[in-house]
């Protein structure tokens, strides 16, 4: 099966600039992750969605980054206006249930952004 | 709420013997565990899971990992490593609940030297 799609591999802005990220999952499923991933530390979790709906976004510092996954597929992920703490490498995952409830993450390649 | 804690940031080891990579976690429910392994310039893949069963998982490159309730550990071993196994690895934890995504650990570099 086609693994997790993200776009762009790399992005260069400088600071106040505004990008967009995209995550296409695997085929059928229901849950998408954006974790964000900053330089010699553990992926950090931003938004969940379960299909088209917010499952969590606690961690989303919303006055900057905005998410959203029209009709339960792709998934978008925005950050307007970008700070320099900002710069790391985007990880977009989804996930299916295993028969013991689990959910398993398969991640896509990422998207490592930095600010100047 | 789940934590996870990676002991070692950096493991250097040499090649053709073992190594252990630690993980310990802390939740106040039952969970799943995972180990995920990230190349250079590469996503997170999975390296292997622990569900429910025998608390001893393997994977398919000689990997292994023991989940022990009682000392709330998942360490990752394996008795002979190579120069391929150059990487970062992650220890995760999951809620039994299985709703919620996967909270990491900070990641060990293993450092395979010939």
């Known amino acids: 099966e086609a693994g997790v799609a993200q776009s762009p591999r790399y992005k260069i802005i400088e600071k106040r600039q505004s990008v967009a990220f995209w995550c296409n999952p695997i085929s059928g499923h229901a849950t998408l992750y954006w974790y964000q991933q900053i330089l010699g530390q553990g992926p950090k979790l931003l938004i969940q969605f379960q299909n088209n709906g917010v499952v969590d976004d606690s961690q989303l510092p919303k006055d900057r980054f905005s998410a959203e996954r029209l009709k339960g597929v792709d998934s978008t992920l925005k950050i307007q206006p970008a700070k320099l703490e900002d710069s790391a490498v985007y990880l977009c995952?989804?996930?299916?249930?295993?028969?013991?409830?689990?959910?398993?993450?398969?991640f896509g390649a990422g998207s490592r952004l930095t600010v100047l | 709420a789940q934590s996870v804690t990676q002991l070692d940031s950096q493991v250097p080891v040499f090649e053709e013997a073992p190594v252990e990579l630690r993980c310990n976690y802390s939740s106040s429910v039952s969970v799943y565990l995972f180990w995920y392994v990230q190349y250079p310039n590469q996503g997170l893949q999975l390296l292997l899971k622990y569900l429910s069963g025998s608390t001893l998982v393997e994977s398919i490159n000689g990997f292994e990992a023991e989940f022990n309730k009682s000392q709330t550990s998942f360490h990752l071993r394996k008795p002979s490593v190579h120069i391929s196994d150059t990487a970062e690895y992650f220890c995760?934890?999951?809620?039994?609940?299985?709703?919620?995504?996967?909270?990491f650990g900070s990641g060990t570099r293993l450092q395979v030297q010939p």
């Open positions: 995952a989804s996930s299916s249930k295993t028969l013991s409830g689990a959910n398993v993450l398969t």
């Open positions: 995760a934890v999951g809620m039994d609940t299985g709703r919620r995504a996967l909270t």
